[in-house]
């Protein structure tokens, strides 16, 4: 199934958390189910906390990039649009909160994120990460689009 990040342009691929084009990092892959965006991530080793449990900084940018994701898609899908057609949306953190709710095992999560606004260029999403059934933590996400100035200097 393709990702909403597969159809990422080149020059936003290099994320650490969602880029395609960034070998060391996360590579997080999301999808619609529904009205929800899911990505489903298996933390490594190397990403402890306490042993047995995840780092909250792998927690908080998954959440942060599964949201910009989000964002994104949910622009397209407002406008009727597929994800390959120009002009590109694209996303970038505005704020990120996240609330860790219970200890996140090292095994496979689930983020599941919903939409909460749309406005102007502003997408607020709502994830929550799960392992197995139980949420360990809740993020929220204010994704704003990219000003043309962004990375320029
Ligand atoms: C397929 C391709 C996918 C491409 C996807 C690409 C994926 C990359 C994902 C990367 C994830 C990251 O780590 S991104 C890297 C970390 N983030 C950054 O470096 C961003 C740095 N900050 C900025 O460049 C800027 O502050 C922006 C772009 C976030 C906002 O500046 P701006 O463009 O001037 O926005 P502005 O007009 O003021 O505000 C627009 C609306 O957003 C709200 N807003 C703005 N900032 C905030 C904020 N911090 N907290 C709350 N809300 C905010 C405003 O209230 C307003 O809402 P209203 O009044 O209209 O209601």
């Not at 990702?3 to 958390?17: I, L, M, R």
Request: aromatic residues 10%; proline residues 5%; glycine residues 10%.
């Amino acid at each position: 199934m393709d990702a909403f990040q597969d159809h990422y342009p080149e020059n936003v691929s290099h994320c650490y958390g969602c880029g395609s084009k960034n070998k060391h990092g996360h590579q997080i892959k999301t999808h619609w189910e529904g009205d929800e965006t899911v990505t489903r991530f298996t933390p490594e080793p190397y990403h402890t906390s306490v042993p047995g449990f995840a780092y909250g900084g792998l927690i908080a940018s998954l959440i942060d990039c599964h949201s910009t994701g989000t964002a994104a898609a949910a622009m397209y899908r407002q406008e009727g649009r597929d994800m390959d057609s120009l002009p590109a949306f694209r996303f970038v953190t505005g704020s990120l909160h996240v609330d860790f709710l219970k200890p996140t095992p090292l095994g496979e999560l689930t983020l599941r994120g919903t939409v909460k606004e749309i406005k102007g260029r502003k997408v607020v999403v709502e994830c929550t990460v799960f392992a197995g059934d139980v949420a360990t933590a809740r993020g929220e996400v204010v994704a704003v689009q990219m000003p043309e100035s962004f990375g320029q200097s």
